[in-house]
């Protein structure tokens, strides 16, 4: 792991953007080597691996974890316990229990939804027009903030098809009132700030290869 890397990046991003370390994989001390020299949000797709960490790293308070994997109705509690910010939310009603179980948990996590824009089978996500449908439904639930999308394109497209997908989740927040767009990885991320990205999620330009 080279830390200047990390430097480097967030030289390079605007200031409007956010970087969302993707710590997922990487151990604990790698974790805090990143935090030292400015980085709090770290995301994590594996709710016991993460539980984990967040233990041996109770003591940094500034560390805000993030949720991004894909979301198991079973793990809902734990996740709403854990995760200020949940960036994986593919369908109304795993909204609603996180709704409900945040609640009785007495917490606000910060939502963001999934959205599947393109028809690749290996990821999730609302039907952006089935989202718009049920917009005034879901702005009604209570004890989360809903703060923007959350996207990931198919791989192998080109650099203009990485933007223009990006384009349309922005456009869609827009449409929504939503701030943010958590968009762009370690392949797309400059794509992904051309469009309107508030978060990049980043993990190997980072931490290096996962081993």
Not at 111 to 132: A, Y
Request: positive net charge; glycine residues 6%; proline residues 3%.
């Amino acid at each position: 792991m080279n830390p200047s890397n990390f430097l480097k990046i967030k030289n390079k991003i605007p200031i409007n953007v956010k970087i969302l370390a993707v710590s997922k994989g990487f151990n604990s001390q790698e974790i805090k080597t990143i935090q030292s020299i400015g980085q709090n949000d770290f995301g994590e797709s594996k709710v016991q691996e993460a539980l984990e960490k967040q233990l041996i790293l109770k003591d940094l308070k500034k560390i805000k974890w993030h949720f991004i994997g894909r979301i198991q109705s079973n793990k809902i509690r734990k996740i709403v316990q854990n995760f200020q910010y949940i960036h994986s939310v593919d369908s109304f009603e795993k909204l609603q229990k996180i709704s409900y179980i945040s609640r009785e948990e007495k917490k606000n996590p910060s939502i963001m939804l999934q959205i599947k824009l393109s028809n690749d089978p290996t990821k999730g996500g609302f039907n952006p027009e089935l989202l718009i449908l049920k917009w005034r439904e879901i702005k009604e639930l209570k004890n989360i903030i809903l703060t923007g999308l959350m996207t990931i394109n198919p791989k192998g497209l080109s650099s203009k098809e990485n933007f223009e997908l990006f384009k349309k989740c922005r456009s869609l927040a827009d449409s929504l009132e939503l701030p943010d767009c958590s968009m762009g990885m370690s392949g797309d991320w400059k794509e992904a700030i051309d469009a309107g990205a508030t978060w990049l999620r980043l993990g190997s330009l980072i931490f290096g290869d996962r081993y």
